[in-house]
């Protein structure tokens, strides 16, 4: 079935670093591709999203390319605020029964911890 | 800010407990889920609502009973549960079924089984 892998955390920067959480996913055809984000005791937040090879989901500064050609959708920004302190999720979603409906599915989460 | 809410965001219960959890969208979205959230698990989908219709059971035990009477309104029926169902129970809409539409989660439910 599909599945989503992304790096095991927790993943600890300071303020203004470069970020990286990679994410790879395995597919049959051809899923769209999500980041979302939680803070501490909040819900899941979309961060970006991608529907098809090559598009380039970008906000907040975060960035993600679907690269169909190896399978990955990385997360990037260019320098870490505190602020961005999280759990980030990647995730595919996928049809199912028949396309009567679509279900995301989730990697295992990257804690970021970004220090002053 | 968010367009989906839950009620209650926290709510702790005996295993011969009965409760249940609210989910509303302000969305005008005609899909809704039910997801858990366990710790060092990934996400489950454990229900989908199209048009008030239930088109995904995700192998849920019978404990769980999803109620969904209109599109706005998605509840979580508990009942007998055990401890290790304790765990953030979200929920989520979107506008419809494909694979394209982004869900919009609320903040959660943290149930705790005693």
């Known amino acids: 079935g599909n599945s989503v892998t992304q790096m095991e955390g927790p993943v600890t920067l300071s303020e203004e670093a470069f970020l990286t959480i990679n994410c790879t996913y395995t597919?049959?055809?051809?899923?769209?591709l999500f980041w979302y984000v939680q803070y501490p005791g909040e819900g899941l937040q979309l961060l970006l999203k991608a529907t098809k090879a090559d598009d380039k989901g970008s906000n907040k500064g975060f960035e993600a390319t679907y690269r169909k050609e190896t399978t990955s959708f990385h997360l990037e920004k260019g320098s870490v605020q505190v602020s961005d302190s999280a759990v980030y999720f990647c995730a595919l979603s996928e049809s199912i029964g028949g396309g009567a409906t679509n279900k995301l599915i989730f990697g295992t989460g990257t804690l970021l911890a970004v220090q002053p | 800010e968010t367009g989906v809410t839950q009620t209650p965001r926290h709510l702790v219960m005996g295993m011969t407990n009965k409760k249940s959890l609210k989910c509303e969208q302000h969305?005008?979205?005609?899909?809704m889920y039910w997801y858990k959230q366990s710790a060092k698990k990934p996400l489950e989908l454990m229900f989908v609502y199209n048009f008030k219709e239930q088109t995904e059971n995700n192998s849920v035990p019978s404990r769980f009973s999803p109620e969904c009477p209109n599109s706005s309104h998605l509840f979580l029926h508990l009942h007998t549960l055990q401890p290790e169902d304790s765990a953030l129970y979200l929920c989520a809409s979107s506008q419809s079924w494909t694979s394209t539409d982004t869900q919009y989660f609320g903040p959660g439910t943290r149930l705790t089984v005693l």
């Open positions: 969305l005008g979205h005609n899909a």
């Open positions: 597919a049959t055809g051809y899923p769209s």
